[in-house]
């Protein structure tokens, strides 16, 4: 049976996804049984994931060998094995795909994050990755910086489905939003079918609360202390106003794309999983439900929403704007520079994917290394 938490959040706006991939959760039916009983709908992946995913157990050992025995570089056998498991997950989401015109049942794999600095590496292999999982219903992640932004729009105009990760500021956000417009104006010029392009803007929550949170402690004081846990939520309902304006019906830029068939970006929660053991399990899901929405979240975060009693699953987005900014502007006032922390942040979690992504080429090397009878 469905679970009724769940249900809630979906009849709220919210698509659930699941922030995890592996080979043993595809062969063990675990992820077919996420999305029957959990009303899992999608999928996403990062460097992080892989790593966990590739360096325990036996699930891949048949192909590392296979890899080995063909002379693969590390690089080269981490992405066959994570193409391998994203098709398959894709495959398991057709149906998905199918029911929602694409709109869900979406599976993402993230270019090398070496390449964030690096227009022109990042849009070829967004187009590499996108040639080999050959699945409609894929989605290519990359992250939202200065240099990848452009290859955002170039992947969209091509028609390669995109989810911009590593986002934390509104500003930043408002950048995505431009990419994915200039995007879709290039896809339209070049002739392309608008609805067939889909695209999430992956929003991160529970790290800005941890470095903002520590922030108002090092300042002490009474006021100062009552403002911890609010700058994720807060920040988030910020966006989600962009994201209502920017999409609005009379948006003009908007309704001339809307008119051809084009999908709305929407927002995804990402970093959804408390750091904070004082904070609920559920805070940044039931906190951010609402329309043209997507969660994304951690096994752990999912089975708390699903045995929550009560939560209460509402729109807690729509209209949430002004008040967002006022709880921004007392944690500036406090003495929080949040332009600093925003910068801190994504330069932080690029660097956070690249040491997961060499620690995973290095695992991998050393097992490509193995003797072999």
């Known amino acids: ?20 991939l592996s080979r043993s959760r595809l062969t063990g039916g675990g992820l077919s049984r996420l999305i029957e009983e959990l009303e899992v709908v999608g999928v996403t992946t990062n460097p992080a994931i892989f790593h966990t995913a590739m360096t325990a157990g036996d699930a891949y050992d048949a192909q590392l060998a296979e890899l080995a025995r063909a002379g693969a570089e590390p690089a080269e056998a981490v992405f066959a094995m994570a193409v391998d498991d994203v098709r398959e997950a894709c495959d398991v989401l057709a149906p998905v795909a199918e029911a929602t015109g694409g709109r869900d049942g979406r599976v993402s794999i993230e270019v090398d994050p070496r390449y964030a600095a690096d227009r022109e590496a990042t849009i070829a292999q ?4 996108w040639a080999r999982v050959d699945r409609p219903n894929a989605m290519i992640k990359i992250p939202a910086t200065d240099e990848s932004l452009p290859a955002v729009a170039d992947a969209l105009a091509e028609g390669i489905c995109v989810n911009v990760t590593l986002i934390f500021s509104v500003p930043r956000y408002r950048q995505v939003i431009a990419a994915y417009l200039d995007g879709l104006e290039r896809a339209r010029a070049n002739g392309r079918d608008l609805s067939a392009i889909h695209s999430v803007a992956s929003f991160f929550v529970s790290r800005v609360d941890t470095e903002v949170d520590a922030r108002l402690e090092a300042i002490g004081g009474e006021e100062a202390l ?12 910020l966006a989600y106003a962009e994201f209502e304006a920017a999409f609005a019906a009379d948006a003009e830029r908007w309704r001339d794309l809307a008119a051809a068939g084009a999908n709305v970006q929407r927002p995804l929660w990402a970093s959804t999983g408390v750091k904070n053991p004082d904070y609920p399990a559920t805070m940044y899901v039931t906190g951010l439900a609402g329309p043209h929405t997507v969660n994304t979240m951690p096994e752990a975060t999912l089975d708390a929403v699903a045995a929550e009693e009560a939560p209460g699953i509402a729109d807690r987005l729509s209209g949430t704007g002004a008040r967002a900014q006022e709880e921004m502007a007392a944690i500036a006032a406090a003495g929080v520079d949040l332009d600093e922390v925003f910068a801190l942040l994504e330069t932080q979690g690029v660097d956070k994917f690249v040491d997961a992504w060499r620690a995973l080429l290095e695992a991998i090397g050393a097992r490509l290394a193995e003797p072999r009878g």
């Open 126 to 129: 967004a187009r590499e990755l």
């Open 226 to 237: 009552a403002l911890r846990g609010t700058a994720g939520l807060a920040n988030a309902r």
């Open 1 to 20: 049976m469905p679970n009724a938490n769940l249900t809630a959040l979906a009849q709220a706006g919210t698509a659930t996804w699941l922030d995890d």
